[in-house]
């Protein structure tokens, strides 16, 4: 299920959804139980939670606002997960345990939001908009056919937070489920799949965004390196051509292809993957500081992205990168994935704070961690930093360098079996969630708790909510009871 949810259980008699259903214990909780309220809480959330198929990260319980990561209306769906892929996902998942029929077409519903959201460029921006005013300023594939984009007309691919990754990556799951039999999902999925491809670098590198093809002769083939200086100070200079590590882009791009690889046998995925791979070799910074920046220009030297994002050596990004680095060896078997690891390993070592985690950025040439105040002014200390950012990261290095050493002791043939996935098992601990998740439910059948959203005006509201990442993991534990008791 979808990596990026936690959530939490509110307790409470009463919320403004309305009374919540009584209390049930595991083990008085039934399939027929746990069934109809997995019924309940799906026919709620698409009728009253969706746009036009698609989600939004929060809805207020009230169900007058909206939220992405920006305040929305009711036409906009949002692509970021926990909205409309990751619903999209636990839909599939759940069918996948249940083989509920009703599962499947909330699935199919969620895919047909973004078939209705995909750009001609091939993927998805940041959200999609149903109502016709608004569809208009877009270059929407099912809106325009065979015709061109229009003069002003967005049509611009993001790659930024997993946005398109997931949407490509929910839309190739739901086509294998289907046999690959629904002509337009199929169609659609591989169109964005050629596209992806279509915009990576010569280096293997992808852009945070995309919309046209580009000159290959404006991106030479180049070995990172170390400016002799950097400026200290945000110029506003546009980063969405340079090559993105940061949130991850690169790394759920490799992700994407592998998975494409597996689902399609093509080998052109495959060989994407590994150019994904081979930049993140080219990316690594000379010593002494032999990690990677969030995100490099043309010259390949570590870039300013936003005015908190400093040419700099990242503590947080590189961790991601060591750790897929890893994931190609175990797919490819090729040696040269896990060179870089020994010396980044070690760099990262001595780089910790004396707390043990790692600052986010690392000062080119000096090493030392960089900060910003909250007005955004560089400093190397890290007692004003802004709240919306982690400037300060948890240390993955021991599971790192565990894994590293376990690739490197196992034999060739047995470093990647394909995983079967297994039934679940009935336990006391999905019996609670089970029992828990029929609880919260409203009379109308929401799970609502406290939280915040914020307003179109700019304000953030604290009140009670219907979470996206909370459904997610309700429906997850209601569909993993229902297929472990069946």
């Not at 070690?346 to 910003?372: C, I, K, V």
Request: hydrophobic share 35%; proline share 7%; aromatic share 12%.
């Amino acid at each position: 299920m979808n990596q990026h949810c936690r959530w939490w259980l509110l307790a409470g008699a009463f919320l403004a959804g309305g009374l919540r259903s009584p209390p049930v214990h595991g083990e008085e909780l039934t399939i027929e139980a746990a069934r109809g309220a997995l019924h309940k809480a799906v026919a709620f959330f698409r009728t009253h939670c969706s746009a036009g198929g698609g989600y939004v990260y929060r809805v207020s319980s009230d169900l007058k606002l909206r939220q992405g990561e920006v305040p929305v209306g009711p036409t906009t769906a949002w692509i970021q997960p926990p909205a409309t892929p990751a619903i999209g996902m636990a839909y599939l998942e759940a069918y996948r345990l249940t083989r509920d029929p009703v599962l499947r077409e909330a699935a199919r519903e969620t895919a047909g939001a973004l078939l209705r959201g995909q750009l001609v460029s091939g993927g998805w921006d940041d959200r999609i908009e149903f109502a016709p005013d608004d569809r208009a300023r877009y270059a929407y594939r099912v809106d325009l056919g065979a015709s061109s984009p229009r003069p002003r007309q967005l049509n611009s691919t993001t790659f930024d937070d997993n946005k398109s990754q997931s949407a490509v990556r929910f839309l190739m799951q739901l086509d294998r489920e289907l046999g690959f039999q629904d002509a337009p999902l199929h169609e659609a999925t591989l169109y964005a799949l050629r596209a992806f491809v279509s915009a990576q670098y010569p280096n293997g590198a992808w852009p945070q965004r995309y919309s046209a093809p580009y000159d290959p002769a404006e991106f030479p083939v180049l070995k990172a390196s170390l400016p002799d200086d950097w400026p200290r100070e945000y110029a506003g200079v546009r980063y969405q051509s340079y090559y993105t590590l940061n949130d991850g882009t690169i790394c759920d791009l490799i992700l994407t292809m592998l998975d494409a690889w597996d689902i399609y046998q093509d080998a052109a995925y495959l060989a994407a993957a590994q150019r994904g791979g081979d930049f993140f070799l080219l990316a690594q910074l000379p010593e002494p500081q032999p990690g990677w920046a969030q995100q490099y220009d043309r010259q390949m030297h570590p870039a300013w992205a936003r005015k908190f994002e400093p040419p700099a050596v990242t503590g947080g990004e590189s961790q991601r990168v060591m750790q897929t680095l890893l994931l190609l060896y175990r797919r490819t078997g090729e040696a040269k994935y896990l060179e870089p690891l020994s010396r980044a390993l070690a760099y990262y070592r001595r780089s910790l704070r004396p707390d043990g985690r790692l600052a986010r950025f690392y000062e080119l040439h000096t090493n030392r961690p960089l900060y910003f105040t909250k007005d955004y002014q560089l400093t190397y200390a890290d007692d004003d930093l802004p709240t919306h950012y982690a400037f300060i990261l948890s240390s993955k290095l021991d599971q790192i360098e565990t894994e590293y050493q376990r690739v490197r002791e196992t034999p060739r043939d047995k470093l990647w079996t394909p995983r079967t996935p297994q039934p679940p098992k009935l336990s006391e601990r999905l019996s609670r969630q089970a029992a828990e998740a029929v609880a919260a439910l409203d009379s109308r059948g929401a799970w609502v708790e406290a939280g915040r959203i914020e307003t179109v005006g700019g304000g953030n509201v604290q009140t009670t909510v219907i979470d996206s990442a909370t459904f997610i993991r309700r429906l997850e534990s209601l569909a993993e009871f229902i297929a472990a008791r069946r």
